[in-house]
């Protein structure tokens, strides 16, 4: 019967791929998608020289467009500003809006960049391109920082994923391995979902024995390497069915989960700073509701507080950990919004200019990169592309810029594609 099915799914690269999946559900008993682990490389690359102090990242993520002027690049005008005052921090020249008094407080710790830009201008495209360091196609799916990350420097660990995406429901790996795609957490106060077998013990053992013999007998069979991942998986995944490593995924025995918010961002940072510490490289977490067309002073009263309270506690968690040298933490958005308030008394979109933030990882802390002009309406000094920005993050965590990677069809990649990282925010 084995060899009836090899046979079935050798006839063609379609029937191989169903087979595969289908095999997985059927002999497992476990509804663990193939997005949960990764595998490890033949050779792990070499980081980039002159690279900082980053062996996690934390990159959370803004969706909907951040308003750079009622958060980390204020103005002084009435006009421009609304009802968002502008406050001093603790790190001369970094002003933040009224709405981020305790991150005033941590403004030592921060790089402000008020000098970003980007031609897309809308949402879809915008979160690509920040997330992956292309524009978005039709043609091809780019792998977003975890993958390309661990495909250019190994995988970590032996149980645990090599990046997590938190905030999302599925998640993928592009045009790489799709066993390199970031395990997704859709609410991080759920823990992972679907771990639970569906079968006795014994019988799973002996349906991922099956599994494992199917694999190997289709690679030796069809000389196809395809399944290789699969058969890896299924090692993978058991190990971890019976690990205590499934822990550092559960809130509920934390002390002082109140610090960081009881929202979904501010547990998000929690859960990240839990995945970090056991070696998870990359986590992002993202959150939504940030495009504010209409009565943007109330939507700010809604956002800004939550990420105000969950990033301070996020670098107080991790400096009190010994976490944040180490540790990078990124804040980015797809676009800014615009200075003039529209009719509905809310901000449109903003490619223009707009702001992020990196701090820990080697990171120079209390300076601003970059400015924007007086209304906040476009860069006036140091610009700073999407992919620059990919390229900072890459070369605080020593990812080779410069390596190529190959996609399926043989066109060539490299991380954030080609960007520049601004040397001038390290320590």
């Known amino acids: 019967m084995i060899h009836q099915l090899i046979d079935l799914a050798g006839r063609s690269s379609l029937n191989r791929r169903r087979f595969m999946e289908s095999t997985a559900k ?5 509804t663990l998608g193939s997005t949960f682990l990764g595998r490890t490389p ?48 603790k790190a001369d020249p970094i002003k933040l809006g009224s709405l981020l008094p305790k991150l005033a407080e941590h403004a030592p710790k921060m790089a402000v960049i008020n000098s970003m830009f980007s031609t897309n201008g809308a949402h879809e495209q915008g979160e690509y391109i920040m997330r992956t360091g292309y524009n ?23 149980i645990l994923p090599d990046s997590v995406v938190v905030g999302q429901s599925t998640s993928n790996a592009g045009y790489l391995d799709p066993a390199l795609s970031p395990l997704p957490i859709a609410d991080p106060s759920g823990g992972v979902p679907n771990t639970m077998l569906l079968t006795e013990q014994d019988r799973f053992d002996r349906r991922m024995e099956i599994a494992n013999r199917l694999g190997k007998q289709f690679i030796e069979k069809y000389k196809y390497n395809g399944p290789k991942s ?4 299924y090692d993978q995944a058991n190990n971890l ?5 499934l822990e550092a995924f559960d809130l509920t025995g934390e002390s002082g989960r109140e610090a960081f918010g009881m929202n979904r961002l501010g547990q998000g940072c929690l859960l990240a700073r839990r995945l970090v510490e ?3 490289r990359v986590v992002e977490v993202v959150s939504g509701g940030w495009d504010m067309h209409e009565n943007v002073q109330t939507r700010l009263q809604e956002r800004v507080p939550e990420l105000d309270q969950a990033l301070s506690a996020l670098f107080e968690d991790l400096e009190q950990r010994g976490l944040l040298a180490t540790t990078l933490v990124a804040l980015g958005t797809e676009f800014g919004r615009t200075p003039d308030i529209n009719p509905n008394s809310g901000r449109d979109h903003h490619p223009a200019a707009y702001s992020t933030m990196l701090a820990g990882g080697g990171i120079k802390g209390g300076i601003v990169y970059g400015a924007s002009d007086k209304q906040g309406k476009k860069v006036a000094e140091n610009p700073v592309k999407p992919e620059d920005f990919l390229a900072t993050i890459g070369h605080a965590m020593g990812v080779p810029l410069d390596q190529t990677i190959y996609s399926p069809s043989r066109r060539p990649f490299t991380f954030a594609n080609d960007g520049k990282p601004i040397e001038a925010l390290f320590a």
């Open 26 to 30: 059927m002999t497992l008993g476990v």
């Open 241 to 245: 069915l019976k690990s205590t490593e």
């Open 278 to 280: 056991k070696g998870v």
């Open 230 to 233: 699969y058969v890896e998986y």
């Open 42 to 89: 033949a050779k792990a690359q070499a980081a980039a020289a002159g690279a900082g102090k980053a062996t996690s990242l934390i990159y959370i993520y803004l969706g909907g467009g951040m308003s750079h002027l009622d958060t980390f690049d204020p103005k002084t005008s009435k006009d421009v500003m609304g009802g968002t005052e502008l406050i001093s921090t």
């Open 136 to 158: 978005k196609i039709s043609t091809i799916v780019h792998p977003t920082v975890g993958p390309f990350a661990q495909e250019l420097l190994g995988r970590r660990g032996k």
